[in-house]
């Protein structure tokens, strides 16, 4: 298996690490016996992403799509935001190993979940914008080929 | 500390030694000759083959006549396993006994009998990596045509109860088969008085090339060929012998057995400083049994990180380690192994292969003792997992 040299960038030195203290909208996804968690926070101002960060739990690639996807939504507005795919990230990384493709999708749906929770504190239902958010794995019944 | 390279991943390949290296060379472009030929180059071929099959069942305990050169462990595995298989089927014995955490060479041939109407039991082994010999003896029905057993674990280090396996199935009348791939050099292994039938040994873990290996067969047990084609192999593995990395093969056995009382001695010391500094870690635990493992295996579990990015930053501090995670096993299940010992998902997700050798040095030990805590950090501190555990259970050291 071989990373490219963007992905290992991005794990060698993650952007934006870490929690935003009264953040505007946290999202998690993922879980514990799959191997990977991603958890994100976005501090929004005027319907722009002000700031974001990010914890993850999880391999290289995870780690990687999930500090490229926050370089990619800071300073967007939530409509640009919501726009991003997992596609997008994989093809900012330069591509990923087939195996990792999942993680991408943990990214967007990571950052989904942020805005989702951000459009719930504010009183309005996110399903109309965000889309209904499938957890990505619940440990039991996913299909994520894990025989749990 | 200054930045070094350390290779901790033994058990996956090794470095081929410089004396098994000068041994193979003359065989590339001096006594290149084919060892079925007449003339003296052929000649030499065959002589330097027959020296090295006498050294390989000299390291066994074995006679060179049993001894079957292959490409390696995988090979001799399925030969051994599909071989008894057929012997096994034209008895009406279809029944085969292994363990749940053998090598995939082991396991994966096994559940390709059972697609062909072969039964097969899976010994369980206990939380610390081990057989109860009285599981096997259980086990073994009058359908019974083979036993398979892993000698020392892959992942996890831990050394089976061979003899006693052996004496078992010597008196059901079962054939034996162990995979050593992982023992040889590193344990005292005599097959005859270990009633072992058939093993299974390969050349790159113990220094030399890649790509050869070797079947031991008891005489009188008569497999089906493997290859079809030439005489070579007393016509059970066609095909031009690999003259270069067999006779590497030779020479490295004797070394690696010539004196393993005295390795396992040095080995252990620094598996055991390795072993005790990695467990200062907070909420990290030793895989497999303390005392029976093989003298240079680590294998440890940390809670709230993952494998894969753990081995990565190791590797961009120099360190070449391996886990049993899912992410490093290309599928998304961790190690069948750690399950096996009982460890649920998250923690098999954080475990940490260090495999050390005679080339391991004190100052690479201190090196890994000082690396893998700073990264365990690092990546506690990015973790979720790792935030929630110490939330739920009060936990305040970070490391």
């Keep these: 298996m071989i990373y490219s040299e963007k992905v290992m960038d991005h794990f060698a030195n993650p952007r934006n690490v870490g929690e935003i203290e009264n953040a505007d909208g946290i999202g998690e996804v993922g879980n514990a016996k799959c191997g990977d968690i991603m958890k994100m926070y976005i501090k929004v101002d005027n319907g722009i992403i002000t700031d974001v960060k990010f914890k993850t739990f999880g391999c290289g690639a995870a780690i990687a799509t999930s500090s490229?996807?926050?370089?990619?939504?800071?300073?967007?507005?939530?409509?640009?935001?919501?726009?991003?795919?997992?596609?997008?990230?994989?093809?900012?990384?330069?591509?990923?190993?087939?195996?990792?493709?999942?993680?991408?999708?943990?990214?967007?749906e990571a950052m989904k979940a942020a805005i989702s929770d951000y459009y719930k504190r504010q009183g309005i239902d996110p399903a109309p914008f965000v889309g209904e958010i499938t957890p990505h794995c619940d440990g039991e019944t996913c299909g994520c080929d894990v025989n749990h | 500390m200054e930045k070094r390279f350390v290779y901790a991943d033994n058990s996956a390949t090794t470095r081929v030694s410089q004396h098994a290296l000068e041994a193979a060379l003359p065989y590339f472009t001096e006594n290149y000759g084919n060892a079925s030929s007449i003339y003296a180059l052929g000649m030499n071929a065959a002589r330097a083959l027959e020296k090295a099959r006498g050294q390989v069942a000299a390291a066994l305990g074995a006679k060179p006549n049993e001894i079957f050169f292959t490409s390696g462990g995988s090979e001799s595995d399925n030969w051994a396993i599909k071989g008894c298989a057929e012997n096994g089927e034209k008895k009406g014995k279809k029944h085969i006994i292994t363990s749940v955490f053998e090598h995939h060479a082991v396991l994966h041939t096994c559940q390709y009998l059972e697609k062909h109407g072969f039964e097969v039991t899976y010994i369980p082994v206990d939380e610390k990596g081990l057989i109860n010999p009285e599981d096997v003896k259980n086990a073994i029905r009058d359908d019974t045509c083979l036993v398979t057993i892993i000698f020392a674990n892959n992942e996890i280090g831990t050394i089976q109860p061979i003899a006693e396996i052996g004496a078992i199935c010597r008196e059901k009348k079962v054939l034996f088969h162990t995979d050593a791939v992982q023992a040889v050099g590193n344990v005292e292994i005599d097959v005859?008085?270990?009633?072992?039938?058939?093993?299974?040994?390969?050349g790159h873990k113990i220094h030399a090339p890649k790509g050869c290996g070797a079947l031991y067969i008891r005489s009188g047990i008569t497999l089906p060929n493997l290859i079809h084609g030439g005489a070579q192999e007393r016509t059970k593995r066609a095909g031009?012998?690999?003259?270069?990395?067999?006779?590497?093969?030779?020479?490295?056995?004797?070394?690696?057995?010539?004196?393993?009382?005295?390795?396992?001695e040095k080995v252990s010391k620094m598996r055991d400083r390795l072993i005790d500094g990695l467990l200062k870690i907070n909420e990290t635990r030793l895989n497999g049994d303390r005392e029976k493992r093989l003298c240079g295996n680590v294998n440890v579990s940390i809670r709230g990180v993952e494998g894969e990015s753990l081995l990565l930053n190791l590797d961009l501090n120099g360190i070449c380690a391996s886990s049993g995670s899912a992410c490093t096993s290309g599928s998304l299940d961790p190690s069948h192994v750690l399950l096996s010992i009982g460890l649920p998902h998250e923690i098999a997700h954080g475990s940490l292969r260090l495999s050390i050798n005679e080339e391991t040095t004190d100052e690479d030990i201190d090196y890994i003792l000082e690396v893998v805590p700073k990264v365990v950090k690092k990546l506690r501190e990015m973790s979720p997992l790792w935030e929630r555990i110490c939330k739920e259970e009060n936990i305040t050291r970070t490391i």
């Design chain 2, 240 to 264: 031009t012998e690999n003259v270069p990395s067999i006779v590497a093969l030779g020479v490295a056995i004797t070394d690696a057995c010539a004196d393993i009382p005295a390795k396992r």
């Design chain 2, 192 to 202: 005859s008085k270990m009633n072992i039938d058939l093993l299974s040994l390969s």
């Design chain 1, 68 to 108: 490229i996807a926050t370089e990619m939504i800071m300073g967007k507005s939530i409509e640009e935001a919501l726009k991003l795919t997992n596609k997008a990230v994989v093809e900012a990384l330069d591509g990923l190993p087939p195996a990792k493709l999942h993680c991408s999708v943990l990214a967007e």
